[in-house]
């Protein structure tokens, strides 16, 4: 029996080919550098430089995975150190995540995730604060169908702060989510794979407040060699292009390119990510 998807994974192939994933290709308009390196003993460093204006931002990440936990460490140019570290199967089906930011003692966090139920993929995190603010998603289907809800809850206030429900379907060649959260706003994502190198996604969001829609549509085409490119184009006029390319053994090349098609007076935008892995 195959697992249950988590909330969050609802409409996750339309998400990736409208908004990016480091999989799926990720459109972005800072210029970002990012150069990786394993050791031989599983020890992972990355070191990342985003530049954005006339402004360059830089941190250090390392990493360790092992059978049974994971251990993340970012140090950003500001000096605040992220940690977090990941417990799996303490039982079976469950995982533990702790994460915080060292000097911020308001940071800490811990997420449990639970899929040893039949037919249910459970998570909860909490702040650890002495007012904690709660986020729960759960979620449960069978075969291709996917039913759940996630929602937050401020002990503070002893009041839910936002809430989301949703359902998704999903084929070998196609992906369906639709959702409902606490803004009234309603969002339908679909995505088609119409070929074995391409793809085509719509996302369209009804406010019942307002009674206004927005659109979002996308296409993703890879080549042979690995290449990626992607269009997408909003309600409101604006066309996002991407061309993602592996230069040659763990070095890639990513060029982002955004205009606005009904007033081309207006500036466009331009980015470019660039990973080396050695």
């Known amino acids: 029996m195959a697992p249950v998807a988590a909330f969050s994974a609802l409409g996750t192939t339309a998400k990736d080919l409208l908004y990016g994933s480091a999989k799926a290709g990720k459109f972005q308009y800072d210029k970002v550098l990012n150069v990786t390196s394993k050791t031989a003993d599983g020890v992972e460093f990355a070191i990342t430089a985003v530049g954005k204006d006339d402004k360059l931002d830089m941190a250090l990440k390392g990493s360790y995975a092992a059978a049974k936990y994971s251990v993340v460490a970012t140090l950003a ?111 339908g994502l679909v995505a088609h794979k119409v070929a074995a190198d391409t793809a085509i996604g719509a996302e369209v969001v009804r406010s019942l407040t307002d009674n206004t829609t927005t659109f979002a549509a996308g296409l993703s085409k890879a080549a042979a060699d690995g290449a990626i490119t992607k269009l997408k184009l909003d309600n409101n006029g604006i066309v996002s292009v991407l061309y993602e390319q592996e230069l040659k053994a763990r070095t890639k090349l990513a060029v982002s390119g955004q205009f606005d098609a009904l007033n081309l007076n207006k500036a466009p935008k331009f980015g470019f990510g660039y990973n080396i892995a050695y």
């Open 77 to 187: 140019q500001s000096g605040k150190l992220q940690l977090a570290s990941t417990y799996k199967e303490l039982v079976p089906g469950l995982n533990v995540t702790v994460t915080g930011t060292v000097p911020d003692v308001e940071s800490g966090k811990v997420q449990v995730d639970y899929t040893a139920l039949p037919h249910v993929n459970a998570r909860a995190a909490a702040t650890l604060t002495a007012a904690p603010k709660l986020d729960v998603a759960v979620t449960t289907g069978f075969n291709d169908l996917t039913v759940g809800g996630e929602a937050s809850y401020d002990t503070a206030k002893s009041a839910i702060t936002k809430w989301t429900v949703g359902a998704g379907y999903t084929r070998a060649d196609y992906q369906a989510a639709v959702t409902l959260n606490d803004q009234n706003l309603v969002t």
